[in-house]
């Protein structure tokens, strides 16, 4: 290493660090001129000049390189070491030599002489809004092991006035970077702090070239790598990459947004991140993109192989990760749910006032030959009642309507990649209540995995289906062709706010219809003497896809819309629950219009039932969710059903044909 004398700033070679050497700490900035900081051609220059002239180089160089020089020089030490004139960048070899040593070397320094050049006297660093808490030396990635891998630090002004000591402001430190007052104490070793945490301390911290944001934290995992400037943001996965074979610690993986269990898996949704972005694509990834996606993992520590077997009574083994060219193999417990979500259990957890949540992640299925990817979008529903606010030119029936709420109802998704498991988390409360019924429980099991953690590992939108003049349905035939549809607590409230009344669902049921049967569901709305009808009913048919194939059964809906004519009320609901109730038959559209196919006609004068063009047509190839609008005299209705159970196994055959049912009724405007 290259040292400068501090009596002439002279350059001086060393095969290893001395026994006794100044160092300092601070920010690159440009000169009075414009100039940048002085390098190591340059004071070899300076050198070069003094020996024709006789002068002292020290009196040549820069006001901080000589600055610092008396400093060292007036507490006795006569060797010193600054990044921008002690390293010829011209040497590969050289460069790549100091970056991967600078920790060591800052940890060898005697005293590590930090000069902030914005910060002044006036006022004392403890102060709320000191200069010193809002220096640019606290935001800066190379900055963060200069201030933990010496034992000495004293910050100085710009004045080149001593401001306090590591030691003695250790609790303002901590306040200011949030690295633990052990740490910088030198009472508690990095190695026994998480990787997620020593993470978080540079998230907020910035550096002039991408590479530098893995490189400068080499020292920080005690991992060392070939520094290649010109890879970008590769160099931050090669230092996680490294990190990973050498540091046993999950808290790597467990970054990025997180969600409640229960909440993100009732509301799972296993999108693709088609025009998401480069930052969904990048959430998608087992590894993280930068520092920054640590932020918020301060809170995160390992949990040894004993407590993780215990809290979800497993085999104890040590889970394991290797980088492979189809994705990281993992080899960890997993639990698979019937939504075609998949939980992976990592042995590290959330300790926070007292409580403690074990830490999972979201995998999401890219299909056969790919590796899985990390987090899912959620859905999250609101209902509430909001009084309509008349403006002043408002007019008088505009105002008499003001008088009653209006139901408004907010839908809004989150992207989640990691949920939180209190200690004794019951699986089956993710479940959706129509399944928890089938599901007797969800054990965890050790399983090997291969997960993406490059953005080309990561599929951007949903594979497209094959170009065949024969039609090809990727699905597997339903050896019980029947129907369980759940009307959520949710769904009937909205009705009931909009004014319906569904006599024949009660709140949070469902409802079985088997293959060939009919079923008719009335909607009425007592203040607008509406009626309207949902008929449910079912085919069964050969499979296309297969010569002589089994039956495959498909779930059809329709939406009728009796008009009042001179019929009351009451002698419609006598025909909804006399002629229109459970039958048997198969139906079709001409003749379920004319009365036919095993159904009553309606007397004369009472035939005048629409039907609503169109109809939701459930296959199993395409049958994760299916939705149409249909429209009455004053009312649009969205109908939506969606499988809650993607990919059933082989053992879950009877959950197959499960559909949530969602209506969402909205007034015409007229």
Not at 287 to 308: E, G, H, R, W
Request: hydrophobic share 40%; with cysteine; charged share 20%.
């Amino acid at each position: 290493m290259w040292l400068l004398t501090t009596d002439r700033a002279e350059l001086k070679w060393f095969d290893r660090p001395p026994r006794k050497y100044a160092i300092l700490s601070h920010v690159w900035q440009k000169g009075e001129n414009g100039s940048p900081e002085q390098t190591f051609q340059e004071l070899w220059e300076a050198a070069r000049v003094c020996v024709n002239s006789g002068g002292n180089p020290r009196d040549l160089v820069s006001p901080k390189i000589r600055d610092c020089c008396l400093w060292a020089q007036e507490h006795g030490l006569e060797l010193l070491w600054i990044d921008t004139c002690c390293i010829d960048k011209t040497n590969s070899a050289e460069l790549h030599e100091a970056i991967n040593s600078m920790f060591a070397w800052y940890a060898s320094a005697t005293v590590c002489y930090a000069f902030l050049y914005d910060v002044t006297t006036r006022e004392p660093p403890n102060s709320p809004d000191s200069t010193f808490r809002n220096s640019v030396w606290f935001k800066r990635g190379w900055t963060l092991q200069e201030l933990i891998a010496p034992k000495v630090v004293i910050f100085l002004s710009q004045d080149w006035i001593p401001i306090a000591s590591k030691h003695s402001i250790s609790d303002v430190l901590e306040e200011i970077t949030g690295i633990d007052a052990a740490v910088l104490l030198g009472t508690k070793p990095l190695h026994e702090v998480s990787v997620a945490r020593r993470m978080s301390w540079a998230s907020k911290r910035e550096t002039t070239r991408v590479e530098d944001e893995a490189y400068c934290l080499m020292g920080i995992f005690g991992v060392h790598l070939p520094t290649i400037y010109g890879e970008g943001k590769q160099a931050f996965l090669r230092l996680q990459e490294e990190i990973m074979r050498r540091i046993p610690d999950t808290t790597l993986f467990a970054w990025g947004p997180r969600g409640d269990p229960v909440e993100t898996m009732v509301g799972y949704r296993s999108v693709f991140p088609t025009s998401r972005g480069t930052t969904y694509i990048e959430r998608s990834c087992l590894l993280a993109p930068n520092a920054a996606a640590f932020a918020n993992c301060s809170d995160l520590q390992i949990v040894s192989k004993k407590i993780f077997a215990a809290a979800y009574a497993i085999t104890p083994h040590n889970p394991s990760f290797t980088v492979t060219s189809h994705g990281i193999q993992a080899t960890c417990p997993v639990v698979h749910f019937p939504s075609g979500c998949t939980l992976l259990l990592l042995p590290c957890c959330k300790a926070e006032s007292g409580t403690t949540s074990l830490v999972a992640l979201i995998l999401r299925f890219q299909g056969e030959g790919s590796p899985w990817c990390v987090g899912a979008r959620t859905l999250r529903e609101e209902l509430k009642l909001e009084r309509r606010n008349p403006g002043p030119s408002a007019s008088l029936v505009e105002r008499l309507l003001a008088r009653s709420p209006a139901v408004v109802s907010r839908r809004s998704h989150m992207d989640v990649r990691c949920v939180l498991l209190p200690l004794g988390f019951n699986f089956r409360e993710c479940l959706q209540r129509p399944l928890k019924q089938q599901v007797q429980s969800l054990i965890p099991i050790w399983e090997r995995s291969y997960i993406a953690y490059r953005t080309e590992h990561v599929l951007c939108q949903d594979p497209a289906p094959l170009k065949d003049s024969t039609p090809v349905f990727q699905r597997q035939p339903s050896r019980s062709p029947s129907y369980r549809l759940f009307f959520p607590e949710w769904v009937i409230l909205r009705l009931g706010l909009c004014g319906f009344d569904v006599p024949r669902i009660s709140r949070g049921s469902s409802l079985d219809l088997s293959a060939g049967e009919h079923l008719s569901i009335p909607f009425f709305n007592w203040v607008g003497k509406e009626q309207i009808r949902m008929d449910l009913r079912t085919e069964v048919h050969p499979d296309c896809s297969l010569a002589d194939g089994p039956l495959v059964a498909a779930l059809w809906c329709s939406i009728l819309i009796p008009s009042d004519g001179a019929m009351s009320l009451d002698a419609q609901v006598n025909i909804q629950d006399g002629l229109w109730g459970r039958s048997s038959g198969i139906l079709d559209e001409e003749n379920f219009a004319s009365g036919s196919s095993g159904v009553p006609s309606l007397a004369d004068g009472e035939d005048d039932i629409e039907l609503e063009a169109g109809f939701v047509d459930l296959w199993e190839h395409s049958g994760r969710k299916g939705s149409k609008e249909f429209f009455s005299g004053s009312w649009r209705f969205l109908l939506t059903f969606t499988r809650l159970c993607d990919t059933p196994g082989a053992d879950d055959a009877g959950m197959r044909n499960v559909y949530l049912v969602d209506i969402n009724p909205s007034p015409i405007e007229t």
